[in-house]
């Protein structure tokens, strides 16, 4: 299985970016989708992007839509969520996962079998 480590999260105010990272460790992101996922206390893993190894196109939840942009480097060993006009809505531990979903299923969490060690968002307005 891939390792994956993240970088990036903080603490920031609303209307402001972040940019998350994630690197595979030993291994690349070719072959597998890469996806962003955020948790916020009490609830489920939220399904926030997704980009399959063989389509450029991301996919996007809806509230993150025309904010977020969800890309990989050209070694395909890094990926990246730029967040912009973040709210307090967004407030939430991101993780970063990998894994082989058919595309009905690349919204869920359990699709995935690689994830990241997580990184905590805060907005505050």
């Known amino acids: 299985q891939v390792q994956l480590v993240q970088s990036g999260g903080g603490s920031v105010q609303t209307g402001t970016s972040l940019r998350l990272s994630c690197e595979t460790s030993?291994?690349?992101?070719?072959?597998?989708?890469a996806a962003w996922f955020r948790q916020v206390p009490g609830e489920g893993r939220e399904f926030v992007a997704a980009m399959r190894p063989t389509n450029s196109n991301p996919y996007y939840a809806d509230s993150v839509k025309g904010r977020f942009t969800f890309s990989r480097n050209s070694l395909q060993n890094t990926v990246f969520l730029q967040m912009n006009s973040l709210t307090p809505q967004d407030t939430a531990v991101y993780y970063c996962?990998?894994?082989?979903?058919?595309?009905?299923?690349?919204?869920?969490?359990?699709?995935?079998?690689?994830w990241g060690q997580g990184a905590q968002v805060t907005v505050s307005s």
């Open positions: 996962a990998a894994g082989r979903p058919i595309t009905s299923t690349l919204r869920r969490d359990a699709s995935y079998a690689c």
């Open positions: 030993g291994d690349t992101f070719r072959g597998l989708t």
